[in-house]
């Protein structure tokens, strides 16, 4: 049975930092696309960081330059490394993974609270 579990969220000044993880269990993320999503009250879940079975990263316009997703596959983790974070950064962030051939996301964590305030 797979499982991602996300940790590192919590409230944050504006201009902070916080690395959110994700564990997983149940595969592999080395074989996997995996993602953190995020999403606010009243908002639409959106993408904000990608990174693929080989490593190349994607990254949502509003976090450029700000975030970085990582892997260590020794671990079997991934990471997401916010810096300068904004108010507009406060949102449940979650981990997802999917199969290199799917479109869609199989698995999902539970999501960890990201707040920032001003």
């Known amino acids: 049975q797979v499982q991602l579990v996300e940790s590192g969220g919590g409230l944050v000044q504006a201009g902070g930092s916080l690395r959110l993880s994700c564990a997983a269990s149940?595969?592999?993320?080395?074989?996997?696309?995996s993602a953190w999503y995020r999403q606010a009250p009243g908002k639409e879940r959106e993408l904000v960081a990608r990174?693929?079975?080989?490593?190349?990263?994607y990254y949502a316009d509003s976090v450029k330059g700000r975030f970085t997703i990582s892997r260590d596959n020794a671990k079997n983790a991934v990471y997401l490394q916010m810096n300068s974070l904004k108010p507009e950064d406060t949102a449940v962030y979650v981990c997802?993974?999917?199969?290199?051939?799917?479109?869609?996301?199989?698995?999902w964590g539970q999501g960890t609270q990201v707040t920032v305030s001003s």
């Open positions: 149940g595969l592999t993320f080395g074989n996997y696309v």
């Open positions: 990174i693929s079975s080989g490593g190349s990263t």
């Open positions: 997802a993974a999917r199969n290199v051939a799917r479109r869609e996301y199989d698995y």
